[in-house]
Each structure stands twice: as structure tokens, then as C-alpha cells.
């Protein structure tokens, strides 16, 4: 494809600029490190000598995260935490990224939703994950906590360029909540992009959504595996949602845009390279385009900017985040 580098670079160059509310379901990675001493006495298991303890902001707080690194900061969230001791870990993590986090809700009934990954090294070895631990409430939110998380997105709202919709069904994105972000984002003129799992055709007059390539294909309920048949599931989306673009995800084939009156763009993936880790990849994508859709860019250089900053994030374990300066370098050397 036709890339018009010069065009490109003015988008990527006014990331900054936009200001960006991430609201869904809001959670924290606790990474814990240490070195391999000895096998316990007490049961067949390794004894791990802690080494460090890294925090990293994953599901929809990932997505803001994302954002704050190219905008300096100007995003806010709008979600659920517990009243425990991972609230604190998680506000700290939101302050240290530069995301205002003033419209968080505490539940003291719900759990912080953390993902606490254990892993353990040798000298002789690389660092590998020993053990994964869960903590999080997957039941929705109940009515009085829904009812604060919708007088603050009323307040907060009015105070930014776009809105992310991120859920991954944990419980936040309730059906009045969905509703009420979207009737709020068109009442204000706002862009609203969905990045969700599943449900897709339940986010009705939305300005675009991200799925990757298996969750449509659950949505749509057929294989795509052609170029025709992503037309077909875009052209579904499309008439579902009402949106004015849809962008599917499709890993190493690149991504799909499909947009209405058959206008379809086929992107190829940019500056290939050794894949480390896709985990929070698609939170990147969904911020980033989100972020260039609200500096003007059409669908398609959207699209293009979300694929080069994913492209660099995979280069990198856990969730990762990127910067304008990476990003124009990248799109230099397409």
C-alpha cells in the first residue's frame, strides 16, 4: 500500500495533543522475582531468595497507560477497585504513569483485580514464570457502585477529546454503563473506540472498535479466512454497531479496515521483527489509534500508526508501552 510518509509523521507528531479517558475494567500486574536457592523441605517446591517486585498497569489500565506515555499525561480513568491493599498498589502505579485516576470507585465488597506473576532464575538459566495468582471479582458491579462509576463518567465526560471503551468482562462494563459512556461521548462529539472480547454487536453508535481476529470471528460466527470473508465480517460489524469504521486485529497478517459503502484497506504488518511477548498488545493498538483518530487522522493512517507502535511493544516482555520519539523513528525507516 501507499503510505504518504510526510502525512504520517504530522499525525504521529500530534499524539500529544488529545486528551483520552480510558473507562472499563481497570487492573494491575504485580511481577515477582527471585533466584532459585534450594527445594523446601516442607513440600517438593523451589525456594525462591526475592530479588524484586515490578508493578505494571494491565487489562484496561494498560490501555491508559499507553496513552499517558505519547500524551503527557492527559488521561483519566473511570473504574472499579476494591478497598484493599492492591487499591493502594494500583492508585501508586496510576500516579507514577501520569493517569488520573480521580474518578476510580471503590467497592470494599470487590477485590482489586490482580494478577500476581511469580517467576524465579539461576545464574545458569534465563527468568521463567513458576505460577500464576488471580485475585478479582467477575461478578458486575452492583447498583449503587454503578451508579458512582455513571455520576463520574457524567463529570468526566465533557473534559476529554476521546473515550476508550475497554472490557475485558470482569464486571465494570455493564450494559448501563456501555449505554451511558456511548449516549454521553455522542451527546458531548466525542470519539468512542471499543476494544472488547466478546458481545460485539452490543456497542451501538460507537465511532469504531478493534476486536482481534478470534474474538470476530466468534462474533460474526464464521472462519476468516479470506480477504473476503473479513469483508464480510466488517461489513456485519458495521451494520451491528453502527460505528464508522471497524478495525479487526489479525496478528501477523496485519489488520483489516472496513469501513461503510465497501471501502475496505488491507494493512500489512511494518517493521517485522522477533516477537518477545503480545500481551497488552492490543491495549497498545486501541490507545494509539484511538489517540490519532482524535488528532484527525482518517481510519486507515489511524490503523497504520496503532500497527507501528504494536510492532515495538511485542518486542518487549508484559505489558509494554512506546513513545512519539519511537514512533517516528519506526515510521522513518518503513
Known amino acids: 500500500m501507499n503510505i504518504d510518509k510526510e502525512k504520517l509523521v504530522s499525525y504521529i507528531k500530534k499524539l500529544s495533543e488529545p486528551k483520552v479517558l480510558v473507562v472499563g475494567d481497570l487492573a494491575l500486574d504485580e511481577m515477582i522475582y527471585g533466584d532459585a536457592e534450594r527445594i523446601s523441605r ?11 517486585t515490578k508493578l505494571i498497569l494491565g487489562g484496561a489500565s494498560n ?23 492492591y487499591s493502594g498498589q494500583l492508585i ?10 480521580r474518578y476510580l470507585v471503590k467497592d470494599p465488597t470487590r ?10 532464575s539461576i545464574t545458569t538459566s534465563i527468568t521463567q514464570q513458576i505460577v500464576r495468582v488471580d485475585r478479582q471479582t467477575n461478578s458486575p458491579i452492583s447498583k449503587t457502585t454503578e451508579d458512582k462509576v455513571v455520576a463520574n463518567l457524567e463529570k468526566a465526560i465533557p473534559e476529554y477529546d476521546a473515550i476508550v471503551l475497554s472490557d475485558y468482562h470482569i464486571g465494570t462494563l455493564t450494559k448501563r454503563v456501555i449505554d451511558e459512556t456511548i449516549k454521553l461521548a455522542n451527546k458531548y462529539n466525542k470519539i468512542v473506540v471499543v476494544d472488547a472480547q466478546r458481545d460485539l454487536g452490543s456497542y451501538k453508535n460507537i465511532t469504531s472498535m478493534t476486536p482481534n481476529h478470534p474474538d470476530t470471528e466468534k462474533s460474526v460466527g464464521f472462519e476468516l479466512k479470506t480477504e473476503m470473508d473479513l469483508e464480510k465480517a466488517g461489513d456485519k460489524l458495521l451494520s451491528e454497531t453502527k460505528a464508522k469504521a471497524i478495525l479487526i486485529t489479525c496478528g501477523a497478517d496485519g489488520m483489516f479496515v472496513a469501513e461503510p459503502k465497501k471501502k475496505y484497506t488491507k494493512i500489512p504488518v511494518f517493521n517485522k521483527s522477533e516477537v518477545f511477548d503480545v500481551t497488552g498488545a492490543g491495549d497498545t493498538v486501541t490507545a494509539v ?15 497504520i500508526i496503532g500497527n507501528i507502535a504494536a510492532s515495538i511493544v511485542v518486542r518487549q516482555f508484559g505489558c509494554a508501552t512506546t513513545t512519539i520519539d519511537e514512533l517516528l523513528l519506526a515510521a522513518e525507516n518503513l
Open 289 to 303: 489509534y484511538t489517540l490519532a483518530l482524535a488528532t484527525g487522522a482518517d481510519y486507515v493512517y489511524s490503523a
Open 92 to 101: 501508586e502505579t496510576f500516579e507514577a504513569a501520569n493517569v488520573d485516576c
Open 63 to 85: 490501555a491508559a497507560h499507553n496513552a499517558s506515555t505519547l500524551n503527557n499525561g492527559k488521561v483519566g480513568v473511570v473504574g472499579v477497585c476494591g478497598e484493599d491493599y
Open 42 to 52: 516442607e513440600a517438593p517446591v523451589l525456594i525462591l531468595q526475592h530479588t524484586r
Open 111 to 120: 477485590k482489586t483485580t490482580t494478577k500476581t506473576r511469580i517467576s524465579g
